[in-house]
Nanobody, 126 residues
């Protein structure tokens, strides 16, 4: 199982970035795939996830209306479109996958059956 993130970088506040997560080694269409982030000195938090089977999505309140998660089954890739970025969005963003879609993004946990990517840095300057 492998999750490979790309698309991080440095952007000014108000700007946009698109993160990509390329997945391999598991059945893409029966997992919840999404993103966590961890800022320095803070706990890792769920940001957004999508159940690829039916495109059901969940978002953290702090990013709702600014971030959009989508998936492309043919490319086995999940995207996180981030608009109107704020300095508080600065963090390492991790792609994650798990067989179970959580009820809420705040309760999403990656089980032993799930996987993590290595992370990609997003830095938003003020």
């Amino acid at each position: 199982v492998q999750l490979v993130e790309s698309g991080g970088g440095l952007v000014q506040a108000g700007g946009s970035l698109r993160l990509s997560c390329a997945a391999s080694g598991f059945t893409f269409d029966d997992h919840a795939i999404g993103w966590f982030r961890q800022a320095p000195g803070k706990e890792r938090e769920g940001v957004a996830c999508i159940r690829t089977e039916d495109a059901r999505t969940l978002y953290a309140h702090s990013v709702k209306g600014r971030f959009t998660i989508s998936s492309d089954s043919a490319k086995r890739t999940v995207y996180l479109h981030m608009n109107n970025l704020k300095p508080e969005d600065t963090a390492v963003y991790y792609c994650a996958a798990d067989p179970v879609l959580p009820l809420t993004i705040s309760t999403w946990r990656i089980s032993d059956l799930g996987s993590w990517g290595r992370g990609t840095q997003v830095t938003v300057s003020s």
